[in-house]
């Protein structure tokens, strides 16, 4: 290793050095930290300030910085130096801005920035400038699977921008459901009537772009590789098999219609006058293209009255049919509905149309399309449907009338028309097992036959949708490099499966472009460490391979563990999982927690002043923290946050350090967990919460209170909270007191 030089620089700036004594901060730098390099600044993050910081990296050969400031996640432009290894110390949100400004708190506030610059100072020289991915792949293709509306939208968005595109669809023509569409619900304003669906434009755009390669009737039968150089093998029309190799993939394998057959209670099978809604859009078709009514189909006859039955197997959370549907909305249906009762209005305004609704839900279009419909003529009624029953060449559509509760029917209804859901094309659920897949709706055709140890396919949530969280990390997967979009990844109409596409090709390009520099996907995009092993060390137990989230390790054919860092999002699971510490990155490890957590000053037992440590995933947890500081809200001084990759990166050994050193008691904050995560690395924060979960029988081996190690979800939003949290672990340590290890640090 090259010699190290490492500077400190300590500022003044934002009421810091108002409130606490800089020269002290900064003496302990140059004592405790042993610094090489010292220097106090009235706003560091300004021109001078920045200027100085450089001018000490290339004149005085600098090679570590450590900024005692504001947080990490503040100036990050400015504070932006790539050719040193670089630590943070929070003084601004995480001490000044959570204290009381009294004489009173001066000391503890001191105490704490104290501590945050031992902290920053021990970290940084533990730190490495990272090197970056050895191993990169510098193809910027797209691939696409699937060619409807999704898939369609996402190839011609790629080409747009300039990215060359493989577009795979099984059917033999390109158009999905909406080729299979009389006419789309309105996207643009007045949202009046029914709207031609443009797909045949669009099949034509992509016919046309030279940027696309269309491959029609062909599957993808195998996929290699990682972002940046994946390898797709594809199974094409004429019976043989292609390989394309691509540097990122969007999945939009759309859904497959819920099987009205299974709806026995409305009679569907029964009576060809009872149609889900894609067969009334064949007879919209057929009728169109005749220049002729739609008919009744029983006999040919007029249509008089026509009913639609929402939620049709839909929002089943188990009362008569005992949960056997589908117990989610698609969020379609109501405006598809309300177009296809268009359809009979516009051709003959004297039909009776009746929507018979539980909740109408008319997504984006303020609700002026079910305007326009009631202004048409259409009835719009709120009741539960019980059954359909077949009279003749009619039918008899039994509900119960939610306004005036009680039961009721409507007679000599021509055409029923069930609105039934989406099921997605999500192929083989990894998390299920073979007896549960036969089970499924869909039966499990792999879309993607990925080559990794934990499956074929995409990972799936509950209902079978592909993982991917739609406020935190939409289209991510957990598979890094590729993304869904459309209603494979949730139920949606065309408008929003066209934005859900813009937004994956979005993620997709960006993927490729830091596959191609050596950098990390979301959340951690553009870092340029990897996870690093020491294998002499390694006992071969798996757990990194088992428990990281994101497929990126792989065994050797010893079973020593072997990184894709261009599959890995840097989140550190790996590091937390190992029970021997020999995996780390250059810039985050064990070492560079472990010296913070004991480069603390730790009271006595007497001085009535407990230390607690603060583990915080930096996703959630540590911002909730700093708005708090913006916030102003006070929280105890006695806290040392130490933000962390993931709460999956946790090792058990911090746990160790921390009650060996003295600290009264250990709080981790991490993202909620289950089947609703919020955690950006899906698993980590679950994971972390298992590991904790046998830290107790430890604790009472050591005759410790269990208390002394706790565990909370936080959400980013959770700025009032976490003030309080911290505050009531606090009189929970006060109540059990200090920690009888001080004595032995």
């Known amino acids: 290793m090259s010699e190290i030089k490492t500077a400190a620089y300590i500022c003044k700036g934002c009421g810091i050095g108002e409130r606490v004594n800089t020269t002290q901060m900064a003496r302990i730098a140059t004592k405790e930290g042993k610094m090489s390099l010292v220097r106090e600044h009235e706003f560091l993050c300004n021109a001078a300030g920045v200027q100085t910081i450089r ?49 009173e708190a001066r000391e503890t506030t001191q105490e704490m920035a104290d501590d ?28 696409v699977v699937g060619g409807g ?57 992509v016919n046309a772009e030279k940027c696309i390669q269309v491959y029609l009737n062909s599957t993808v039968t195998a996929t290699s590789g990682a972002p940046g150089r994946f390898s797709i093998q594809i199974a094409t029309e004429s019976g043989s098999t292609a390989t394309e190799e691509v540097g990122a993939i969007v999945q939009a394998s759309g859904f497959s219609l819920y099987d009205a057959n299974k709806l026995t209670e409305f009679s569907y099978g029964k009576s060809p006058n009872i149609v889900d809604q894609a067969g009334l859009e064949k007879l919209a078709q057929e009728a169109a293209a005749t220049r002729q009514p739609i008919r009744r189909l029983s006999d040919g006859g007029e249509v008089r009255s026509v009913a639609f039955v929402q939620c049709a197997g839909q929002r089943d959370h188990g009362n008569k049919t005992a949960g056997k549907h589908l117990p989610y909305c698609s969020g379609f249906c109501c405006n598809a509905s309300i177009k296809q009762a268009m359809y009979f209005k516009d051709a003959n305004p004297d039909i009776d149309t009746v929507v018979i609704y539980t909740d109408l839900r008319t997504p984006g279009n303020s609700e002026d399309f079910y305007r326009s419909a009631q202004a048409k003529g259409v009835i719009f009624t709120k009741g539960k449907v019980g059954s359909v029953e077949p009279t003749g060449n009619t039918c008899k559509v039994n509900f119960h009338d939610l306004i005036l509760d009680e039961d009721t029917a409507i007679t000599d209804v021509d055409i029923v028309v069930l609105a039934t859901g989406q099921v997605p094309n999500s192929g083989v659920n990894i998390d299920l097992t ?6 499924a709706e869909v039966k499990p055709i792999s879309i993607l036959n990925l080559n990794y140890r934990q499956g074929k396919d995409l990972p799936q949530l509950k209902w079978g949708f592909s993982d991917s969280h739609f406020i935190c990390f939409p289209y991510e997967t957990r598979r890094t490099g590729i993304y869904t979009a459309g209603p494979v990844r949730r139920p949606m109409d065309i408008a929003q499966a066209i934005e859900d596409a813009t937004g994956a090709t979005l993620k997709a390009i960006q993927a490729t472009e830091n596959a191609g520099l050596g950098r990390a996907a979301h959340p951690r995009s553009g870092d340029l460490s990897f996870p690093i092993v020491r294998l002499e060390g390694c006992t071969q137990c798996k757990r990194c ?23 890995c999002r840097r989140c550190g699971t790996c590091m937390g999982a190992c029970p021997v510490r020999v995996i780390s990155f250059e810039n985050y490890s064990v070492d560079t927690v472990g010296a913070q957590i004991k480069a603390v000053d730790i009271p006595d037992e007497f001085s009535e002043k407990p230390r607690i440590l603060v583990l915080a995933c930096e996703n959630d947890a540590y911002p909730a923290l700093d708005m708090a500081g913006m916030q102003r809200k006070v929280y105890s001084a006695f806290v040392r946050t130490i933000p962390v990759r993931c709460l999956g ?9 921390a009650i060996n ?66 505050n009531d672990y606090a009189k929970v340590i006060g109540k059990i007191g200090m920690s009888p290890m001080k004595g032995f640090a």
């Open 545 to 567: 391979t088992v428990e990281c989230p994101f497929g990126a390790i792989d065994e050797d054919e010893k079973s020593y563990p072997v990184f894709n860092e261009s599959r």
């Open 661 to 726: 050193a003295g600290y009264d008691g250990v709080m981790l904050m991490g993202c909620k967990h289950g089947d609703d995560y919020e955690c950006h690395f899906v698993k980590g924060s679950e994971l972390a919460a298992y590991r904790m979960s046998k830290i107790d029988d430890t604790l009472k081996q050591m005759a410790l209170e269990t208390e002394r190690v706790a565990t909370y979800e936080v959400a980013i939003t959770d700025s009032a909270r976490v003030p309080q949290l911290i």
């Open 434 to 439: 073979p007896e549960q897949q036969e089970k």
């Open 149 to 205: 509306i999704s898939g369609m939208t996402a190839a011609l968005e790629a080409a747009k921008t300039g990215y060359d595109v493989v577009l795979v669809e099984k059917e033999k023509q390109l158009g999905g459901w909406a080729a299979k569409l009389h006419k789309r619900v309105p996207y643009r304003e007045p949202y009046k009537d029914p709207a031609d669906t443009g797909i045949d434009k669009m099949i034509a755009a």
């Open 55 to 103: 001018d000490d990296i290339e004149k005085e050969s600098v090679t570590h910085v450590m900024i005692a400031a504001c947080s990490h996640r503040a100036k990050t432009e400015a504070f932006q130096f790539p050719s040193v290894a670089m630590a943070r110390a929070n003084i601004r949100e995480g001490v000044i801005w959570s204290q009381p400004d009294t004489p």
């Open 116 to 143: 945050y610059v031992r902290m920053g100072c021990a970290e940084v020289k533990k730190m490495q400038l990272p090197a970056g991915n050895p191993s990169v792949g510098h193809n910027k293709r797209i691939l």
């Open 649 to 657: 990166s946790v090792n058990t050994i911090w746990i160790t350090d």
